[in-house]
């Protein structure tokens, strides 16, 4: 009885956190009846909404629309202004490509081709994994990423567990969230993999050796994608929510986050990361028997045979490149290089020499925007006039009366395009914006001022602390928008250069290793049925640490160098103005 209670009061936890927050709150504007009290009042309710998500995330970030207006923060023509800067913009161009690539399939040929130079070896092979999902999640979302590895984790896993000759209906992703299952024989079925549950010492060894190989496995596609996302400044929403958040609360910074300035330090971060992942998942999971994980001083075995065979029968189903695949990586490649060479720092790029201005007419969303229109210009087919040479791009010969349609169209952006995100790095704008504009964010730095004691290094470590396990709850976006105005305020109240801790902020909020729920790669692994939510948490609290030591070794040596973050800057000191 007691029990059946207090499941239903937990079923109505929803719409009393819904209907009562803004109540509980009101003492906030009606008390206190200051411009300051009521922006805190707005953050506070859409800081509750978006940690219990007792809203979609994306309606909770409208909420300044109505909010700010009402409360007589900012006009309702300057809020819905924050809501497609130049930022979103980089962010839906930078996507468009992301989604070309993911519709041609180019990502699972990159994927399969480095996997087959790698090899099987345990230890190589989740070096293979990890590398490629980290690769393909700096330019494709990480749940897409994650969703496209996983399959080829799971048939991989099947041969090297032996099961290649029992072939189930149905393809590994067809299998995805299945439980274990007893089976009368006594083996125990998770996703297609026998696992024997007999008493003898030997064969129980084997049982437990093989679980830990498919945990590890698993775990280091997801964390990977996590990981490889922090490496550009398209590959995860707090990185863009950091760039866009730079350029609302200190509009005179000389554009000191672009593309190539992030990925000079967030490249090394990810590269030195990863590795230590894969360090630390080889311990947990595989151990460093160099004669089993590396396959020192040994012959190939069957299963490692079968595994390789299944990867270079998935490469083969692709066939050979197509015209459209051809085309998409050239675009994606002239892509990057645009992004690189337009505003390097230690030379003039081509945007400098183009517009004789140092007025910043282009910038990284210009060059993104324009990729993505030429994937709806270009077209998918050769063009009539190469007709003749059309079968060695394609299987099958087109006829000149068909139609031919172009690399990517609107129909497949509607579908495959998380719009939802773009209005959370909009909500977040419109958030940092009423912030400055009522006077909290001054009011936030003058509060914080005793932290003027404490070193610069320490407060880093600090927030990159409360970053990761706030995060672990949260979505990372909404973390990353909620603190990154905050340690603004904070850092020029103290007289310490804002990036010195909003850069932590931003790669710890995507540092979400955990739990299931904390991000969409943890929940697609978990849904697999290997792992439970003790090896997660067990695993992921080692990973956090690994982030901090690393995020705190790099914003110490190369980050300190590249942004200059040993001086307070001119730019930063806005309440001088």
């Not at 800067?85 to 980089?90: A, F, S, V």
């Not at 990729?371 to 210009?377: D, H, P, Y």
């Not at 990517?408 to 940092?432: C, E």
């Not at 609290?541 to 901090?548: K, L, R």
Request: neutral net charge; proline residues 6%.
């Amino acid at each position: 009885m007691i029990v059946r209670l207090f499941k239903s009061i937990w079923g109505l936890k929803n719409g009393f956190i819904l209907y009562c927050t803004p109540f509980l709150l009101l003492p906030l504007p009606l008390v206190i009846g200051t411009t300051v009290a009521s922006c805190a009042y707005v953050i506070a309710l859409m800081a509750v909404y978006w940690c219990t998500e007792v809203l979609p995330l994306a309606v909770t970030a409208l909420l300044p629309v109505v909010l700010l207006p009402l409360f007589g923060i900012m006009d309702s023509k300057d809020v819905c202004m924050q809501y497609l800067k130049d930022t979103n913009m980089l962010f839906l161009g930078g996507l468009i490509v992301a989604v070309a690539v993911e519709h041609w399939n180019l990502h699972k040929r990159i994927a399969l081709r480095v996997l087959l130079i790698v090899g099987v070896r345990p230890a190589l092979l989740m070096l293979g994994f990890m590398s490629v999902t980290a690769f393909l999640s700096m330019w494709i979302s990480n749940t897409a990423t994650t969703a496209m590895m996983v399959p080829i984790v799971q048939a991989v896993l099947e041969q090297l567990n032996n099961t290649a000759g029992e072939e189930e209906a149905g393809a590994p992703s067809e299998r995805e969230g299945k439980l274990p299952e007893k089976q009368a024989d006594g083996q125990v079925q998770v996703n297609g993999l026998s696992f024997s549950t007999e008493n003898t010492e030997e064969q129980n060894m084997k049982t437990k050796e093989m679980l830990r190989m498919c945990k590890g496995m698993m775990l280091c596609v997801c964390y990977a994608a996590s990981i490889g996302g922090t490496a550009t400044l398209t590959g995860t929403g707090p990185n863009l929510v950091l760039t866009g958040q730079m350029s609302q609360l200190f509009p005179e910074n000389p554009n000191v986050l672009n593309f190539a300035s992030w990925f000079g330090f967030a490249f090394p971060n990810m590269i030195v990361m990863l590795l230590a992942a894969w360090l630390w998942l080889q311990l947990a999971f595989l151990g460093f028997n160099l004669r089993k994980t590396w396959g020192y001083g040994s012959a190939k075995t069957e299963k490692e045979i079968a595994a390789y065979n299944v990867i270079c029968e998935e490469h083969r189903r692709l066939g050979p490149m197509s015209f459209g695949e051809i085309s998409v990586l050239t675009l994606f490649c002239l892509l990057v290089i645009l992004w690189f060479t337009r505003d390097p720092g230690f030379v003039d790029g081509w945007a400098t020499h183009l517009f004789n201005s140092e007025k910043e007419y282009v910038t990284d969303a210009t060059v993104a925007v324009f990729i993505a229109s030429l994937l709806f210009v270009l077209p998918s087919k050769p063009p009539c006039m190469c007709y003749c040479r059309s079968e060695s791009f394609d299987t099958v010969p087109q006829s000149n009366s068909e139609p031919r349609t172009a690399l990517l169209t609107w129909q497949v952006v509607q579908k495959k395009m998380p719009w939802n995100i773009i209005l959370l790095l909009g909500g977040g704008f419109a958030l940092a914006k009423g912030s400055e504009e009522s006077g909290l964010s001054g009011w936030l730095g003058e509060q914080m001022s005793p932290l003027q004691t404490i070193p610069p290094w320490a407060i880093a470590i600090v927030v990159c602390l409360m970053i990761a396990t706030f995060t672990e709850c949260t979505s990372n976006v909404a973390t990353a928008t909620l603190f990154l105005p905050i340690l603004a305020s904070m850092s020029q109240a103290i007289s310490m250069n804002p990036l010195y801790v909003m850069i932590p902020c931003t790669l710890s909020a995507s540092f979400a290793f955990m739990l299931p729920v904390a991000t969409p790669p943890n929940a697609i692994v978990f849904s697999f049925g290997y792992l439970k939510v003790s090896d997660m948490a067990r695993t992921g609290i080692v990973m956090n640490i690994i982030g901090i030591l690393c995020i705190t070794l790099a914003i110490n040596s190369w980050g300190r160098a590249l942004f200059h973050l040993d001086t307070f800057p001119s730019w930063a000191n806005t309440t001088a103005v």
